[in-house]
């Protein structure tokens, strides 16, 4: 009996060692992985916290010294002038920084910014610590002033020689630049983040959060449970008191949240920086731990070094996932711009090129040809990139089709020469993938120090513009940068889609004349830009401007609806009809149903399109097939086809063989070079050759008699150029008529 006992005593005993051993094993293990989670949770926190504050400060710091500049101090804010000047000086300003305005408020409240009218802001924040000369970064606004959207206003007072305020200097971000730093992956996307000033109201939050959308995050919390008092008035004492720390609350479900103050020169209010995982995360982490250990009592220390060594592992492997996620790039598997810039910092001193690259009409192959082909030729692109690095080189993808370089060369000679290898490579990957012709371009931007990587890249990038409007080559370097003709090009594009809809364009009508009689044989329609207060914007400002950007597809088809509708204005005027052609260009070619858009347009206005001939230049139809067919589908549809420029660029005879056109139109290239015998010869037999195809002639661009003469006396069916008349507005053509 003694001995049943005394076994019973000491089983007893062991299940009691083992359940405390278990329960305490149960305890550590828990604590342990809510501190670690704790510890992750706080360097996400202050990651972020290091990136925000670096974002207000950097911010803060460009605004103060613009603010200290010369100009701003002595300008004279009353003076439309002097206010004129600074916003165009601004409109850089917010093109380089991507912000979504900048301007300036005067003392009296009104602002002036560079893409909204005046207005009054005397009420608002901008102004009220402004005016007291201070500065000032504000919560989360909606925007009043333009698109409806969540904004921040950052804005610093501008001083007088005596330190007085003069006005107030303001940018304007978007909320969702805050969001996206907010929004980064951490937990395995289960954390998110808050940004709320001491009162605790939201600043910029998740939309990831069970309390997205409420204004007083201090007042949320309790709305959940009356349990979460205590962690919200310890919360509160925190914040007076400046402190990080950790809470938990139930929203519903269990949530940690760190806290930390965030720091930033011109911010009035504290700012504190939520971030919060839900407590799922520790759950899911112990669970597998927990069920096993009630299950193997005999294997307890076994399956505690067993979980320790799991937990490391998995500790390990989201340390890594985490690293892999900021640092590579998704689609090519290389480094991404973060990468790119991490290395590069570590290169500081060290002399080099960055060059940035990326492609013309990738939108269009990605339209044509799809996403996945498209995402084809970038990862072959940047396999030309890698293959061509050498050791102590960089590159990443940067976003779309954008990519960045950071070259060694010892002269400029050299480091183009390999450009022309990488061009090379890249052109002919169309042919390899069966894709659409794309070019690349690239912008240059040497550098004797990285003490800056963003700005160096940020030339290369404004380089990068300049060479796509460069028809001889496709590379620029920074110092051939014209700052002031960016800032020119960005205000017409930003001003184009007020300017279509004011009806700001004005068609105007070169005449055709018949060389037998001399009489009008119809017109060629050429678009302006007549701005509001009279003045003329010439086409070659604009044109090559939206053939780039492709706000040229919808300043098409506003010309060709202008002229359908002058046309049946004349028709209902009683007067005769002549065929006034339109220019259709390379990118309203690849445009979704342009055949059936632009038949749609002359059936609403009732015009047989035998008086409506498209003009379309070689190039844009040369070596593609799908142009092509729509060509023809233009044809079947009854347009009369006029294959324009002839003479320049692509021309070849051999084109002529295609038989997409109706009528061939000689450049003034060619016209120019009557009087000379080869050049006549070149042009007779390019006529006859034609017209043995069925195709009229069209001579465009002829300014003298002897020019008529000739054209005249090789059966040339129409003339245009200075020689009868210049573009004419429409008053004007009309009384010519």
Known sequence: MKKIWSRILILSLAIIISVVALIRCRIFIYNAMEEQVFDNLKDVSLQNKESLEHELNTTYELLDSIANQPVFINADYNSPEDRQMLINSLQVLSSLYNYKRAGIVTTDGICYSTDQAPADLSGEDVYLYGIQGLPNITGSLTDLLGTPEDINVFSVPIRGKYSEVKAILFVTYRTEHFNERLNAESFDGMGYSYIVDED?????????????????????????????????????????????????????????????????????????????VPAQVLDEKSETVLYHMNRLLAVIFIVIVVLLAYFIWTYRKDEKKLRTLAFTDPLTKGDNYSCFLHKLKAKSGV?????????????????????????????????????????????????????????????????????????????????????????????????????????????????????????????????????????????????????????????????????????????????????????????????????????????????????????????????????????????????????????????????????LPLEVTESATINNAQIQGIMADFRKAGFPLYLDDFGVGYSSLATLSLMLFDTLKLDKSLVDFIGDSNGEKLIHYTVKLAKSLGMKIIAEGVEEEKQVSFLQDIRCDEIQGYFFSKPLPLGKFEDLL
């Open 351 to 611: 002399s080099g090129y960055m060059v940035s690259l990326d492609l013309s009409e990738f939108k269009m192959l990605n339209s044509i040809c799809g996403i996945k082909t498209g995402d084809k030729v970038l990862k072959a692109i940047w396999n030309i990139l890698s293959s061509n690095l050498r050791p102590d080189e960089l590159a990443a993808h940067v976003a779309a089709d954008r990519y960045v370089m950071f070259l060694s060369a010892d002269t400029r000679e050299e480091l183009l020469e390999r450009i022309h290898a990488i061009s090379t490579q890249i052109t002919t990957l169309p042919e390899q993938l069966n894709t659409i012709q794309v070019q690349p371009y690239f912008g240059i931007y040497q550098n004797s120090n990285l003490g800056n990587p963003e700005e160096c890249y940020t030339r290369a990038v404004q380089a990068k513009k300049l060479a796509k409007s460069d028809t001889t080559k496709n590379w620029a370097f920074f110092d051939e940068v014209d700052v002031n003709k960016l800032a020119d090009e960005k205000q017409l594009s930003d001003s184009f889609e007020k300017a279509i809809h004011d009806c700001e364009f004005e068609v105007w009508y070169q005449p055709k004349y018949y060389p037998s009689d001399r009489t009008i044989a119809g017109a060629e329609a050429l678009v302006r830009w007549r701005k509001p207060d009279g003045s003329l914007i010439p086409p070659y400002r604009f044109i090559p401007l939206f053939e780039r950007n492709g706000m040229i597809v919808t300043l098409d088809e506003y010309v060709f609806r202008a002229v359908c509708k002058q046309q049946k204005q004349w028709l209902s005027e009683g007067r005769s009809l002549f065929p006034i052609s339109v220019n259709v260009s390379r990118a309203s070619l690849h445009y979704d149903n342009i055949v059936q858009r632009y038949t749609d347009i002359i059936n609403e206005y009732g015009i047989h399109p035998e008086f």
């Open 200 to 276: 605790g109201t939201v600043v910029t939050e998740s939309p990831k959060s069970s309390m997205y959308g409420s204004e007083n995050v201090l007042e949320s919390i309790p709305e959940f449970t009356s349990d979460n008092l205590p962690a919200v008035e310890q919360l509160r004492v925190d914040m007076q008191l400046d402190k990080s720390g950790y809470i938990s609350v139930k929203t519903p479900e269990m949530r940690y949240v760190y806290y930390t103050p965030l720091k930033a020169t011109a911010l009035q209010k504290n700012w504190y920086l939520y971030t919060i």
